[in-house]
């Protein structure tokens, strides 16, 4: 838990570095398998697998977090709840609609292009969960209480996003937008343990390793987002026409835009806010160290 009354005095740079070489040999190996063995690679993303034990993981960590924030055990339970069961339901609703194909990219109606939903997916979700729970004072509360490298270790998982440079090397979307989404996806998932080692401090400038980690997350779903709408078809392709981005809008792949992204922009967001809180509050009390 990163508290306010002390300071590391020297930056953990060895188990920075140790937890980024653990995460890049075990995300080697897990992609090396999926190439070597494409069934595995189908099985899992066809069958959720992946997008299951995440959404698990963070309710799991979620549970962890609030147990180590030192609220009462009611509190607890209301706020896991609270928080769990709409995330729960939004990845049923995800699920439900990319099953029956409502992201594809549609043909224009009567010269009209149709309403892209997938944009829609992306973009207000994280719009309405952050401002409910920028305005909740019991998440507030639990933020300012709760470990600040959970919400930035949790991130691991974006290593995932090296799907889109598997499915790009078997030629089935396009390098403008698989290089930069699955470039960067990568490069957050294997720095996330690392920059949660240096937040763990309760350094100020461990705080600034965390907010500059996140901004880099959120820049690669700008990159990622940006760079799908230009190579998907309708309106916004500006991109690959000649081998557009078709499956993006598919399932299970489409799971990734609709619900991973949204998602972990709100883990950037909240993480932001936490970091800068325990910063303004650690300035506050220098009396306390």
């Known amino acids: ?31 090396a398998l999926v190439w070597r063995v494409p069934e595995v690679g189908a099985t899992f993303n066809t069958v959720g697998v992946v997008r299951v034990a995440i959404h698990v993981v963070t309710l799991w960590g979620l ?76 998440v507030t509360a639990v933020l300012d209480a709760m470990p600040a490298t959970w919400l930035v270790g949790l991130q691991a998982y974006r290593v995932f996003g090296g799907f889109f440079l598997i499915n790009y090397a078997r030629g ?47 820049l690669d779903f700008v990159s990622a987002i940006s760079t799908g709408f230009m190579t998907s078809p309708g309106p916004f392709q500006l991109l690959a026409f000649d081998h557009p981005n078709t499956l993006v809008g598919t399932f299970p792949t489409v799971m990734i835009p609709a619900f991973a992204v949204p998602s972990s922009i709100v883990l950037h967001i909240l993480s932001i806010r936490q970091l800068v809180r325990l910063g303004r509050q650690s300035a506050a009390a220098p009396s306390s160290r």
């Open 172 to 218: 089935l979307i396009p390098g403008e937008f698989a290089l930069p989404a699955g470039i960067g996806d990568v490069a957050v998932g294997l720095l996330a343990l690392a920059a949660a080692a240096y937040v763990a401090t309760g350094t100020s400038l461990g705080r600034r390793i965390g907010i500059a980690w996140n901004v880099l997350g959120l």
């Open 1 to 31: 838990m990163v508290a306010l009354g002390w300071e590391r005095s020297t930056p953990p740079h060895g188990a920075a570095m140790a937890r980024l070489a653990a995460v890049a040999a075990l995300t080697a190996a897990w992609f």
């Open 63 to 138: 549970w962890l977090g609030l147990g180590l924030s030192g609220v009462s055990p009611e509190v607890r339970v209301r706020v896991w709840f609270a928080i769990a069961i709409p995330l729960t339901l939004w990845l049923a609703a995800i699920w439900v609609l990319a099953v029956d194909g409502i992201f594809r990219p549609r043909p224009p109606v009567d010269g009209r292009p149709p309403l892209p939903l997938l944009p829609i997916a992306i973009l207000l979700p994280p719009i309405i969960a952050t401002v409910l729970l920028w305005r909740s004072k019991r």
